[in-house]
């Protein structure tokens, strides 16, 4: 993606054309492992995207170990993570494991309004509410997605989203990091 700097000094380069370039730095020699910092980070939204399918190709034939605080990128990237806390390893396996250990599926409401998340917590237990979202952990005693549902028809409230979710590596994170 440098191609038309070819005839610019390195140091006219913005963060994004830097980061490629230490990229392909990384990658001219198709290395079996190659370990990164941050490799999305000072990318626009194209770039990133380019750099992330650029990554899974890598994948097939190498071993990537890279270092990130974006979860959400390393989630889409990756099929085993590491935690550290202080310099320590503190959980590792594959993504499909650790989620495993710390998931906690929910069942999460998005209203239109703080006014209707409050008042729908206020008429159903075990809920938390942050802003004009609601989740329900779903476990053993918990209400099942029907019954949230015929619960929300029988009252008249501004529901722009039902949904079942899993525990992010972000959220996953938290508790490693925390314990």
Not at 75 to 82: A, K
Not at 164 to 179: D, G, N, Q, Y
Request: aromatic share 4%.
């Amino acid at each position: 993606g440098l191609g038309d700097a070819l005839n610019k000094k390195i140091g006219t380069f913005s963060g994004g054309m830097r980061q490629r370039l230490g990229i392909a730095q990384a990658i001219v020699h198709s290395p079996k492992l190659i370990l990164l910092d941050e490799p999305v980070s000072a990318l626009d939204p194209v770039g990133r995207r380019e750099m992330m399918d650029l990554l899974k190709q890598l994948q097939e034939t190498a071993t990537i170990l890279y270092s990130t605080h974006i979860l959400n990128d390393a989630e889409q990237m990756t099929d085993q993570v590491l935690f550290l806390r202080d310099g320590k390893l503190v959980e590792q396996g594959s993504l499909a494991e650790v989620r495993a250990r710390y998931d906690e599926p929910k069942i999460q409401i998005d209203f239109a309004t703080t006014t209707d998340a409050a008042r729908f917590a206020d008429s159903t237990q075990n809920v938390s509410v942050n802003g004009s979202t609601v989740s329900i952990i779903v476990a053993d005693n918990a209400p099942t997605m029907q019954h949230v549902i015929e619960h929300l028809s029988t009252q008249k409230l501004d529901v722009l989203k039902v949904e079942r979710v899993t525990t992010s590596l972000e959220e996953i994170f938290m508790k490693v990091a925390h314990k």
